[in-house]
């Protein structure tokens, strides 16, 4: 989807407290061996905070750099990957209330890790078609710290942090131009994801907790059974690529072009084997030295990413930013950024 004309305005983000992945092998939390074959050396970890609380403090950092008010806004979207608070209670709500008011849409949004690119896709399709329409607020937040989710096993490689980030989207200039944002899916592969658990009833209803990395294992076991066995995989890498030859070609640039790529904070294995190589680039170019610090943040990995990088002097008007991830479904997404100027918040410090 070719995004013309739709600009970054502002961007928060809410980054907790980091724990060392070492303390977490001293507290007999994570294996030692997986500590040496991953590498990441730290997760964000949130405690008792809310993630509708980590939210309104990222989204109230993003209107607050780019001097935007409630007023402005025209569409909220909020995306999540993990419990916000009372079954039933929709976390956007808490936002509405607390941040932007009663005369802004808002909804939340499901597409697990890739909730931010719908969020992109969405909201600029509004802006485009709503008369005058003006701002959309993006916001991602989880907080992975519950019973039934142990966020040192989510999977191999994997280990979930806690962050929120927000993301203002407008029809007006901004630091940097959102060009493209793709999606694919693969939904051969949805049961890699759901393993061999029932459908109803849901079983966190039933304390069942989440467990990727075992419902992995059985689709794998039940795959190499199958006629066709684990094409499903060879599919989502294929399908992977086809994502980003359409992002970058949407955006008018080649992959010699991309300054940065952010990929999901997962282990470095992943991020060089299933990303970087597979694009043609070094692991230089990825984000993953960042990553490795904060672990796995659900729908907020490439928000996160993008701050630092323009924080820490890792992207100048001119370059590009291919935002990357995959979520269940199996979901594939791609995203190019354009920088366009300093931020106005670098600019005051």
């Keep these: 989807m070719r995004l013309a004309g739709t600009h970054i305005k502002g961007i928060g983000i809410h980054l907790p407290e980091r724990m060392s992945t070492e303390s977490a092998v001293a507290q007999g939390l994570y294996d030692a061996d997986e500590l040496d074959l991953h590498g990441i050396t730290s997760v964000a970890v949130a405690g008792r905070e809310p993630a ?16 935007h008010e409630a ?31 009663d005369g802004v849409p808002a909804t939340e949004i499901r597409q697990g890790c890739n909730g931010m690119f719908t969020a992109m896709r969405l909201a600029s399709s509004h802006l485009r078609a709503e008369p005058g329409g003006n701002a959309a607020l993006l916001v991602a937040s989880d907080n992975y710290g519950t019973p039934l989710v142990n966020r040192w096993d989510m999977g191999r490689g994997y280990i979930a942090g806690d962050a929120a980030t927000a993301m203002l989207l407008t029809r007006e200039p901004g630091f940097a131009e959102l060009l493209s944002v793709c999606s694919a899916t693969v939904s ?14 849901p079983g966190i209803t039933l304390g069942r907790g989440l467990d990727f990395g075992a419902r992995n294992a059985e689709y794998l076991r039940r795959a190499r059974n199958r006629p066709l066995g684990t094409t499903a ?7 992977t690529l086809e994502v980003v030859d359409t992002a970058l070609a949407e955006s008018g640039i080649s992959i010699a072009d991309v300054t940065r790529v952010a ?11 299933r990303c970087m190589a597979a694009l043609g680039l070094p692991m230089s170019r ?20 993008l701050d630092h990088l323009l924080s820490a002097g890792g992207l100048h008007p001119g370059d590009h930013l291919l935002m990357l991830g995959t979520g269940p479904g199996v979901l ?18």
């Design 71 to 101: 007023p402005d806004l025209d569409l909220l979207l909020y995306a999540t990957t993990w419990h916000q608070g009372p079954e039933g209670w929709l976390p956007h709500s808490y936002l509405q209330r607390h941040l932007v008011g």
């Design 332 to 349: 594939l997404s791609g995203a190019v950024v354009r920088i366009l100027d300093t931020p106005s918040w670098l600019n005051r410090t």
């Design 188 to 201: 051969s592969a949805e049961e890699m994801h759901r393993g061999d658990e029932d459908l109803f009833p």
């Design 286 to 305: 990825s984000t993953w030295d960042f990553g490795a610090t904060v672990g796995h943040c659900g729908a907020s990995d490439q928000v996160l990413a």
């Design 233 to 239: 995989l060879l599919e989502i890498q294929r399908r």
């Design 263 to 273: 990929f999901m904070n997962v282990s470095k294995e992943i991020v060089e084997q």
């Design 52 to 67: 509708p609380e980590m939210a309104r403090r990222a989204a109230g950092q993003a209107l607050a750099r780019c001097g």
